[in-house]
């Protein structure tokens, strides 16, 4: 799994560890660009279940290094891109991105 | 009124909203909107620091209780949550419930932050983890396409299991 950023350098290069569409997802995580963090990959799994229609998509992103501040930026990360992917399903317009300017540090408790 | 202190957070879900701080208050706080995207409940709430919260079924009963704690229009509010039906959940101790609400470029970030005083276990921290994805996200789909979610959802059983177990 390969993603680029918008300057079109390579952010991403990761194994895909588990695919069975459309069910399940697994790959590894480790951003690439220079200002990130160098730390051992993490893993991020989504789970689709089926409901009446809708989806319910379970994002589980673990195996982080003790003290990881990766795992800071993806708290706040995921639920800014959950959010417009969901409004970009539904409305066929993703939210406005510049919520990357507002993002606060946030703390996340243990099994939040 | 309740000492805020001894709380602490243990489940947070943050959800952005193509919306207007306005809005977003707005359907936390009115039962136009609780009746759709939570479950056919209405919502009572005093404008106040202090005033009496109630969330209610449709027949009637009061399904939570509480108290507002921090009213700060549009952007924070937080109340104390004892749920009060089913009549075995009236045994969990109080929590808190506070929302905050931020513009975040064109839309609202709203964080749902649920704060307990005593060590919770996770069986009974399931009912949120599973519940407030499901309510939030059906509101954030009724703000912005007008439509709520169909969700049919039941407490976990590990969680009732739990409660039993409480003495």
């Known amino acids: ?112 | 009124m309740t000492a805020i202190g001894n709380f602490k957070p243990r489940t947070v879900y943050v959800t952005y909203i193509a919306s207007t701080p306005e809005k977003v208050w707005q359907a936390l706080t009115s039962s136009d909107f609780t009746r759709k995207y939570f479950w056919d409940r209405t919502v009572e709430i005093e404008p106040r620091q202090g005033g009496a919260f109630v969330l209610r079924l449709p027949d009637g009963r009061s399904n939570v209780e509480g108290e507002v704690i921090v009213w700060e229009l549009p952007r924070q509010l937080t109340v104390s949550w004892q749920v009060a039906w089913p009549e075995e959940f009236r045994k969990l101790p109080e929590c808190l419930v506070r929302y905050e609400i931020d513009q975040a470029g064109d839309a609202v970030r709203l964080t749902m932050t649920e704060s307990h005083s005593w060590d919770v276990p996770d069986a009974i921290l399931s009912g949120g983890r599973s519940g407030w994805p499901a309510i939030l996200s059906s509101l954030k789909s009724l703000l912005e396409t007008g439509k709520p979610l169909s969700i049919a959802m039941a407490p976990p059983t590990k969680m009732i299991e739990a409660i039993k177990r409480l003495t």
């Not at chain 1, 990761?14 to 990130?36: A, C, F, M, N």
Request: hydrophobic share 30%; with cysteine.
């Open chain 1, 1 to 112: 799994m390969t993603a680029t950023s918008p300057t079109g350098g390579l952010s991403h290069r990761d194994p895909i560890i588990e695919s069975d569409p459309p069910r399940r997802l697994v790959y590894g995580w480790k951003p690439l660009e220079r200002d990130k963090p160098d730390e051992r990959p993490s893993r991020v799994t989504f789970e689709l279940a089926p409901f009446k229609g809708q989806t319910r998509l379970t994002v589980i992103h673990d195996e982080f290094d003790e003290g990881s501040k990766i795992f800071g930026m993806i708290s706040n990360g995921w639920p800014a891109v959950l959010s417009s992917l969901k409004t970009f399903l539904e409305t066929g317009r993703p939210l406005d991105p510049s919520w990357k300017d507002s993002v606060q540090s946030c703390t996340v408790e243990a099994g939040a």
